[in-house]
């Protein structure tokens, strides 16, 4: 079963992208780079499809966009420690909310911490 299947589908996964986003729209670190900062609507959805596809959902992210490419499509933005750290903070808080079970806790922390740190395309300390 996989991982998607456990959580009971594309629901869960709006909830914790949803989830997620209510600590991003307060931080100043992170909302500042997204370019469309009054409608996050676009990217929580893109994060919600690659989310459910990555864990064995539906194929509707790959469909409508193509591969992933995460790192080449982050790589515009300016992403040090400072970054990751902010959008672990609040993606933990989503996983410890959400997370039916330890199992599916520990896969979704273990995804999001080795994603985070690849994301990170600078070494100097942004401001």
Do not use: C
């Not at 499809?49 to 409508?64: A, H, I, K, N, V």
Request: net charge negative; aromatic share 12%.
């Amino acid at each position: 079963m996989s991982l998607f299947d456990e959580v009971g589908g594309s629901h869960f996964f709006d909830r914790l992208v949803d989830r997620f986003y209510e600590g991003v729209v307060t931080d100043d670190v992170l909302l500042p780079m997204y370019p469309e900062q009054s409608d996050l609507s676009g990217a929580k959805e893109r994060l919600k499809l690659f989310l459910q596809q990555y864990w064995g959902g539906p194929t509707t992210y790959s469909d409508e966009r193509g591969h992933p490419k995460l790192r080449q499509r982050h790589f515009p933005f300016v992403i040090g420690e400072r970054e990751r750290d902010r959008w672990m903070v609040h993606m933990m808080a989503a996983v410890d909310e959400l997370s039916p079970n330890e199992a599916v806790h520990q896969q979704l922390m273990e995804y999001m911490a080795m994603a985070s740190t690849a994301m990170v395309n600078t070494r100097r300390e942004t401001i």
